[in-house]
């Protein structure tokens, strides 16, 4: 299947990124400002996105904007904010039919790019600041998504648990940011902030579909060219250094099961040869319905309702996570250390290797199913600095040898423990 990223700068730290898949009828356009996590920034970043798909400069309100893209057959626009290791990505995108099923041999791809620089670019603007009623509005919305985290305690512990083991870290910021300083927020300063971002983010557009790039390439290129740039090349995104000793809490709370998280360091990121082996291993241990945690820790001790692995692999940082009644938590927590040392041992069969590696194929060959999820895979190339394509990641699990799978898990820490529990614990 396979495809290739095609990349030109087309402005001071502002590239234009091109993925072709054929098989799809539409083409993807989004514009991602790659900012460095930082405390006194990350909670207005979040809110940027939601004002700016707004409307902008001559429609200036949402009903003219989706007039607009009605007309274009259905175009729409999302926004959006993610953490991908010590960058905050704020993104504006906007999907639309190829042009050649435009009925009036119209070009599609120009008017959804010209869209989208517009919403980009000339926001609507009210008294120097960001239009009020939209600030108090996406506000509210913003602390909507902060408090959502809390009843979604298994997202909650997950979260926890890696502000705690990152605390030092930009990595360990939420990625909403701070309720209280959601508060804080005017239509002034989160205007301010754009101004900033706008001068010194790193800028990654992404344009995945079927069509002819060029001419969304000659709108972005004159839309962003004359921008006044103070841009100065960010930070590599840097690996996690585990702690000399293991980090624990226990917070008390409400719940019905107890959430229990460890965090463990590998010091394995995407540029390493060994990430391969580490995906693999982490995926025999606990990626899988056939893993090692699910079938011993949950099915055959029933010391949990759930145990997953998960590797980022942007900063080498793994976390196993399990739903467990509180008289199971020390246990389960034993086990789970029990199975990583069987991996580091080597005690793993090759029909668990071979399972294994045909999950992860699957989920590599899975990224083809959507443009987002093409484009959310070549971004991470992008900010990881390296060049690679889901078929290429797919070739190079079947090298893996069962040494450095050991090798991988050797790499493997235990660096926190975080328990979320109900007043009592036996």
Sequence with gaps: MGNFLKSIEIANGVNFNTI????????????????????????????????????FEGCETYTELNRKLEELYGAYVNADVQKKGDYQILTLCITGIDDRFSLENESIIQKTADILCNLALKPIVEDGGFSKKYVELEKNSLIDSIDAELNEKRIYALNNAIRLMCKDEPYGLPMYGFKDKVLEITPQSAKEQYDNILKTAKIEIMFTGCGDDTKAIDVFTNAFKSLNRDYAEIPSITAHISAKKVTEKTENMPVSQSKLVLGFGACVTSRDMLAPAMRLMVAILGGTPSAKLFLNVREKLSLC?????????????????????????????????????????????DDEINNATLSLKNAFSSIYEHSSSIE????????????????????????????????AANKVTLDTVYILTGNEVD
Aim: proline share 2%.
């Design 20 to 55: 072709i898949d054929k098989r799809f009828k539409t083409n993807r356009i989004s514009i991602n400002f790659v900012t460095e996590l930082r405390a006194d920034t990350v909670t207005v970043n979040a809110l940027i996105p939601q004002l700016l798909k707004k409307g």
């Design 305 to 349: 309702y759930y145990c997953a692995a998960r590797y980022d692999v942007s900063k080498g940082i793994i976390t196993i996570d399990s739903g467990v009644e509180n008289q199971n938590i020390q246990k389960a927590r034993e086990e789970i250390l029990v199975q990583l040392d069987l991996m580091k041992k080597g005690e793993f069969t």
């Design 376 to 407: 959310g895979f070549y971004l991470g190339q992008i900010l990881s600095g390296i060049q690679s394509s889901p078929d290429a990641e797919k070739l190079k699990l079947d090298s893996i040898t069962r040494q450095e799978i050991i090798n």
